[in-house]
C-alpha cells in the first residue's frame, strides 16, 4: 500500500545519457512535486504540478523536463546527463498546492550515479 | 547564506537522553514551520509542524518557534536507538500567487545509542 512510489529506486549512468524516472501517488492528492537531495543531504525543490499544471518551475537547467500525464503520475526526464546531476530525486505529493495546510508525502528517492 | 541553517552534526546521545535540534533563518515571511525526519535511503517523514510562533507538544516530541530570533528547535525526551535518523527543519511563508514553496535545512543527523 505504498503511497509516493518512484521508479527505478537506483539508476547509474554514463554522461551524455537521457533517463526518465517515474513516480506514482495512491493518495488521491492533487499536488506533486520534483525534490533533489544533493550529496549534502540539502533537499530543494525543482517543479510543482497542481491537477497537472505546472506551478513551481525552480531555476532547474531546461535539460530536465516535468511532465504529468494525470493527477497521480509525475514523471521527470532528463537529458545530456552530467556528473552533477548525481544525487537523490524524491517525488512528493500533498491533498493541496498550499502545502501549510496539507503535509508533502514522500517517496522513497531515486538515487542517480552519472559516471 | 542560505534562508535556513542548520548544523548538519552528527549529533551522538546516550539512549534515554534528552535531544535538542536547531534551525535558524533569515526570512522574516516565514510562517509555518515542520520538522520531518528521514531514516537512512528512505525519504522524509512529517514528525511535527507549527504555525507562527510558540511551542507545540506530541508525545516526546516539542517543536518550539521563536520568530522574534528567528530559531527553531525540535526536542526529543527520552530518546530512543530508533530516532536515530536525520532531522530536517522546513518553512514556508504565503507568497503571492498562493503558491508556497517549501524551504528545507540541511538536516542534522542523530544518532542514539543503546
Known amino acids: 500500500d505504498t503511497a509516493v512510489s518512484q521508479t527505478p529506486k537506483y539508476l547509474v549512468t554514463q554522461m551524455g545519457n537521457d533517463k526518465s524516472i517515474k513516480c506514482e501517488q495512491n493518495l488521491g492528492h492533487d499536488t506533486m512535486y520534483w525534490y533533489k537531495q544533493d550529496s549534502k543531504k540539502f533537499l530543494k525543490i525543482m517543479f510543482s504540478?497542481?491537477?497537472?499544471?505546472?506551478?513551481i518551475n525552480e531555476t532547474v537547467p531546461n535539460r530536465f523536463s516535468p511532465k504529468s500525464p494525470d493527477k497521480a503520475h509525475l514523471n521527470l526526464h532528463i537529458n545530456s546527463l552530467e556528473l552533477g546531476d548525481s544525487a537523490v530525486y524524491f517525488c512528493a505529493s500533498s491533498q493541496e498546492k498550499l502545502f501549510y495546510n496539507s503535509p508533502l508525502h514522500f517517496g522513497n528517492g531515486t538515487r542517480l550515479t552519472v559516471t | 547564506q542560505k534562508e535556513v541553517e542548520q548544523d548538519p552534526g552528527p549529533l551522538s546521545v546516550p539512549e534515554g537522553a534528552i535531544v535538542s535540534l536547531n534551525c535558524t533563518y533569515s526570512n522574516s515571511a516565514f510562517q509555518y514551520f515542520m520538522w520531518y525526519r528521514q531514516y537512512s535511503r528512505k525519504g522524509p517523514e512529517l514528525l511535527m509542524y507549527t504555525y507562527s510562533s510558540g511551542n507545540k507538544e506530541d508525545g516526546r516530541f516539542t517543536a518550539q518557534v521563536d520568530k522574534s530570533s528567528k530559531y527553531i528547535s525540535l526536542f526529543i525526551r527520552d530518546s530512543q536507538p530508533s530516532d536515530s535518523a536525520t532531522y530536517l527543519c522546513a518553512m514556508t511563508a504565503s507568497f503571492s500567487g498562493g503558491y508556497n514553496k517549501l524551504i528545507f535545512g540541511a538536516g542534522t543527523r542523530l544518532a542514539v545509542h543503546p
Open positions: 504540478y497542481n491537477n497537472k499544471e505546472l506551478i
